[in-house]
């Protein structure tokens, strides 16, 4: 079965339109180097829970919204090794300094998963 790296990141909606850009090209160069699938989503129906929800995980400010992403791979072995070449490429070179980021990314999380079921 596949192996899955997601993501939720909170972003100002005034910095959409430069984190779509910024979304797009990471999202060439993973297929580039072999993601299967490359998805960001930006919420529609997000609304804060009573203990838990996308918005509090983030913790969504005003002007805000949260993107929810995934990209799928064979396995965590061949996400490694795209991980490895995406992690040396120049054109991303600008999205290793937070600094430069459209949106906080102390927020962000992220991480691995094996696929447990798949209809």
């Known amino acids: ?24 090209k990471a999202g060439k160069v993973w297929r580039e180097y ?5 998805k960001e989503c930006v919420g529609d129906d997000v ?9 509090q ?5 005003p002007g805000e919204t949260v ?10 072995a061949h996400r490694d090794k795209v991980n490895a070449k995406v992690m040396k490429d120049p054109r991303l070179a600008d999205m290793m300094d937070p600094k430069s980021l459209p949106f906080d990314a102390k927020r962000m999380f992220f991480g691995g998963f094996k696929t447990f079921v798949e209809a």
């Open 34 to 38: 072999g993601a299967l699938e490359y």
């Open 57 to 61: 995980s983030v913790k969504l400010k």
């Open 1 to 24: 079965m596949n192996y899955v790296d997601g993501f939720v990141v909170p972003v100002p909606k005034k910095n959409l339109a430069a984190y779509r850009r910024l979304s797009q």
């Open 47 to 55: 609304k804060p829970g009573k203990l838990t929800s996308f918005p």
């Open 67 to 76: 993107i929810f992403a995934w990209i799928i791979y064979k396995s965590r």
